[in-house]
């Protein structure tokens, strides 16, 4: 079904139904020991795993329903899905080998970014690099509201999301890392811009941030509109780690969607 530098997967039918085989590069090995553990744990939340090798970095997946895209990526569905997916990150411990994409590395991280070949004009690099000082002053602020690090998917949009009868489930961990939690949200609200066609300022994106920060508790707001602010960024720094791992001659499809990815960043709505 896809067949990329850092991961296979292959859809295979058998007599109960269809089952997915994720084979994983050394890179994205962590997803194998990740996904397992957290599906032992939410078993509600992920696909049923059927078997797993860390070592070869195979992962066998039950099937885990329809995705949220082909239902036209419906809010109501994100407003249940979110709170879980919260609780999830406030309680699940992060296997060592998950990438380290902490709060506490994001400068060096943002200096990283800003030194890489990236898919942008001149003045981009340069407004990018200009805002280096910022950034650092951004997370400090950040930091002070004491979140702790979590899983963070990175990649949790229409595509990733499934419903598998009343149960709502979460697929291809392979973009997570520790990190700060509310930055999954970034790419959820894309799409829903993206997708869907809301205006940044509908209704629709401050329920799903009351409902997403509910387990967390009160005072959050503020922590979440710079992590908001951040996360454009932070969801970059997988980009670029991604980009590396391809050959030359498949990069330039690539930085077609990593330029919308890094233009959001530095134009926030």
């Given at each position: 079904m896809r067949d990329?530098?850092?991961?296979?997967?292959?859809?295979?039918?058998?007599?109960?139904?269809?089952?997915?085989?994720?084979?994983?590069?050394?890179?994205h090995r962590f997803e194998v020991e990740l996904v397992a553990q957290l599906a032992d744990g939410w078993p509600d939340l992920l696909p049923g795993v059927l078997a797993h090798d860390c070592e070869r970095g195979w992962l066998l997946l039950a099937d885990a329903g329809t995705p949220f895209e082909q239902l036209g990526n419906p809010p109501e569905l994100w407003l249940r899905l979110l709170p879980r997916y919260a609780e999830l990150q406030r309680e699940a411990k992060a296997p060592p080998t998950v990438p380290d994409r902490r709060l506490s590395r994001w400068p060096e991280l943002y200096e990283d970014l800003a030194g890489s070949e990236l898919p942008l004009g001149h003045d981009e690099i340069a407004r990018l690099r200009r805002f280096?000082?910022?950034?650092?002053?951004?997370?400090?602020?950040?930091?002070?509201?004491?979140?702790?690090?979590?899983?963070?998917?990175?990649?949790?949009?229409?595509?990733?999301?499934?419903?598998?009868?009343?149960?709502?489930?979460?697929?291809?961990?392979?973009?997570?890392?520790?990190?700060?939690?509310?930055?999954?949200?970034?790419?959820?609200?894309?799409?829903?811009?993206?997708?869907?066609?809301?205006?940044?300022?509908?209704?629709?994106?401050?329920?799903?941030?009351?409902?997403?920060?509910?387990?967390?508790?009160?005072?959050?707001?503020?922590?979440?509109?710079?992590?908001?602010?951040?996360?454009?960024?932070?969801?970059?720094?997988?980009?670029?780690?991604?980009?590396?791992?391809?050959?030359?001659?498949?990069?330039?499809?690539?930085?077609?969607?990593f330029r919308i990815v890094l233009q959001r960043a530095l134009n926030p709505g």
């Open positions: 990329r530098v850092w991961a296979t997967t292959s859809c295979i039918p058998t007599a109960d139904g269809v089952v997915w085989l994720k084979a994983t590069a050394g890179s280096a000082p910022q950034f650092a002053e951004l997370c400090e602020q950040l930091a002070g509201y004491g979140v702790p690090d979590a899983i963070q998917h990175d990649d949790l949009h229409h595509k990733n999301a499934f419903v598998d009868g009343e149960r709502l489930r979460i697929v291809d961990w392979g973009d997570a890392s520790r990190s700060h939690p509310f930055v999954s949200l970034v790419a959820t609200f894309r799409f829903l811009e993206e997708h869907n066609g809301l205006r940044p300022d509908d209704p629709w994106f401050a329920r799903l941030r009351e409902a997403y920060l509910e387990p967390w508790g009160q005072g959050f707001g503020e922590a979440f509109q710079i992590a908001q602010r951040l996360g454009g960024f932070v969801h970059a720094f997988g980009w670029v780690h991604l980009r590396q791992l391809l050959p030359e001659e498949e990069r330039a499809a690539y930085d077609t969607p």
